[in-house]
Structure formats: structure tokens, C-alpha cells
């Protein structure tokens, strides 16, 4: 079976300070797909990135990045500069296609706190 | 675009009670989903639709039905509320359905806060 583990459960720093959060996956697929979300305070679900298994390039966008790297199965996430808007709970996915239709697997999430 | 509805935001249930938490999207989305949110659990599938008359069981399925008789509405019912299902469920809408190789991101709905006494 898919399997996301995030095993950050909190983090919290001082505002501008670089921080990762990690995301190790299991599957038996060849090809698929990953995902990071944002869960501001106020609840809901906000999509970050969808990533594909081909593709390894590493990916920025502002002060977001992610890492992919598939030697070690994991879909790392770095906030640079962090700020406090940043404080969220972060979730890591992966779609699997079972029967002709995608589900999202999604790991147990990484609250993260920026402190002023 | 309004993008993906959910009503109510918040309801209290007694054991036994039934209801139905109502989703709708705007975006002629062909895939819709119900997830249920738990502390330390992340979120899990309960059931999903891959167009209008199709449904199928996800992760969590027990307890709740769903029906897609449109391409925008996917309620979920809950048939008799256990305080176990008290957790808070997001409803999710994609523009592909997935095929092998392929995937696509799912935009979520605002959450409905379930507590069942």
C-alpha cells in the first residue's frame, strides 16, 4: 500500500529563518505523483505544487522550494526568509490510480509556527 | 467562480441522528471527494465519484453514503451519527478523473466541523 510519512508532527522557529519540512513516501507504482497543501489557521486546504515522478528538477517559486528526490523517495519542502503568514499546517501527498481513478494519500501533516 | 461549496460549516449530532453535508462545485469538475480530517491523522478518503452517477468507496467508508446525480453536487450522508465520526470533512473537486501515469491536484472545499454527542 501508498504511504506518506511526514515525522516532523511540529516545528516552530524565529521569523526569517530557513526551514525544511520533510516528506518520505512509499509506492510500488513507476509513476506518480506528489503534492503539498497548506492548512492556514482559518482551516481550509490550499494546493501548493503537484509534482510527477519523471521529473526531478527541483522547484521555487518566491521562498517556497521543493526537493525531489526519488534515490531516497522524498519530497522535501524549504521555506526561505520564513514569515509569520508561513504558520500553517503543511500537508504531503500522493495520488495513486487504482480502477481508473486518482486518490490522494495524504501524510498525518507538520504543524509549523513562525515566531515574530 | 465560486469553486468548491460545502454547507453547513459547523452542526452538532446526537447518536442516532442522520444528515447530509451538502457539496458543490462550480468548475464542471469531473472527480469529486469526501475526506475526514482527524487530529494526527491527516486527511482520509471516504468516497469519491468519477462522474455523475459513479461512485465508489474510499479508505473510511463506513457509516456514510454518497450519490452524484449531478456534476456538481456530491452530498455525503451520514445514516445514523456515532461520536466517532465526529472529525471535520472536506470536500474536494478535480478536472481529471487519474489514469495510470497520470494525476491531478484536487481543490478543497471550506470544511464542515461535525460533532457528534
Known amino acids: 500500500a501508498q504511504k506518506v510519512t511526514q515525522a516532523q508532527t511540529e516545528i516552530s522557529v524565529v521569523e526569517k529563518e530557513d526551514v525544511t519540512l520533510d516528506c518520505v513516501y512509499e509506492t510500488r507504482d513507476t509513476t506518480y505523483y506528489l503534492f503539498w497543501y497548506k492548512q492556514p489557521p482559518s482551516g481550509e486546504l490550499v494546493f501548493l505544487i503537484r509534482?510527477?515522478?519523471?521529473?526531478?528538477q527541483n522547484e521555487i517559486s518566491g521562498r517556497y522550494s521543493w526537493n525531489f528526490q526519488k534515490s531516497t523517495s522524498s519530497f522535501n519542502f524549504t521555506i526561505t526568509a520564513s514569515q509569520v503568514v508561513d504558520s500553517a499546517v503543511y500537508f504531503c501527498a500522493l495520488s495513486e490510480v487504482i480502477q481508473g481513478a486518482q486518490k490522494l494519500v495524504f501524510g498525518q501533516g507538520t504543524r509549523l509556527t513562525i515566531n515574530p | 467562480n465560486a469553486g468548491v461549496t460545502q454547507t453547513p460549516k459547523f452542526q452538532v449530532l446526537k447518536t442516532g441522528q442522520s444528515m447530509t453535508l451538502q457539496c458543490a462545485q462550480d468548475?464542471?469538475?469531473?472527480?469529486m471527494s469526501w475526506y475526514r480530517q482527524d487530529p494526527g491523522m491527516g486527511l482520509r478518503l471516504i468516497h469519491y465519484?468519477?462522474?455523475?452517477?459513479?461512485?465508489d468507496q474510499g479508505e473510511v467508508p463506513n457509516g456514510y453514503n454518497v450519490s452524484r446525480s449531478t456534476t456538481e453536487d456530491f452530498p455525503l450522508r451520514l445514516l445514523s451519527a456515532a461520536p466517532s465520526q465526529t472529525s471535520v470533512y472536506f470536500c474536494?473537486?478535480?478536472?481529471?478523473?487519474?489514469?495510470?501515469?497520470?494525476?491531478?491536484?484536487?481543490?478543497f472545499g471550506p470544511g464542515t466541523r461535525l460533532t457528534v454527542t
Open positions: 465519484s468519477v462522474g455523475a452517477g459513479i461512485t
Open positions: 474536494a473537486s478535480s478536472p481529471g478523473t487519474g489514469s495510470p501515469g497520470r494525476s491531478y491536484e484536487q481543490y
Open positions: 468548475m464542471n469538475h469531473e472527480y
Open positions: 509534482r510527477n515522478s519523471f521529473d526531478e
